[in-house]
């Protein structure tokens, strides 16, 4: 039996994704089907983490349910969440900008800290709107997102 954390891993080793699309388990995975697996608890920051493999394009026709994702119970999904999000084209993270910004106040650091990394991928001018809330980390009780609102 995989442990918490190994899933994860031993999924990523199973899919590449040549120029044509995504390759799960040797075969052709459109993004529906991973959107799919978002309802097997044990895989969820699995599947979370794999939409964040898909090309910007193709991810940000699926945002909505990352950011669905954002509320989800385990701390591990939400960071899995917002990780992904940050790998969109900042056009398209600036419509899920206030999200994440919500996770700025999350209870884990590591939430924290990829919430201050993806708000650093906004254009300058949406993220000035979101300033405020990334200055206040400078006071996190964490270094490393103290360090990461610098």
Excluded: I, N
Aim: glycine fraction near 6%.
């Amino acid at each position: 039996m995989l442990e918490r954390g190994e899933l994860s891993s031993w999924l990523g080793g199973l899919w590449h994704q040549p120029p044509d699309g995504l390759v799960l388990f040797g075969d052709r995975l459109e993004p529906a089907e991973l959107q799919a697996l978002f309802v097997l608890e044990d895989v969820r920051r699995a599947a979370v983490e794999t939409m964040g493999k898909l090309p910007a394009d193709a991810l940000v026709t699926h945002a909505a349910a990352v950011v669905a994702k954002l509320e989800h119970a385990e701390w591990y999904v939400r960071y899995a969440a917002v990780e992904t999000l940050g790998k969109l084209e900042p056009a398209a993270l600036a419509t899920h900008a206030p999200a994440v910004v919500a996770k700025l106040e999350h209870s884990d650091r590591d939430v924290r800290y990829a919430a201050v990394e993806t708000l650093g991928k906004l254009e300058p001018a949406v993220l000035a709107t979101h300033a405020p809330a990334v200055v206040a980390k400078l006071e996190d009780s964490d270094y490393g997102v103290r360090r990461a609102a610098v």
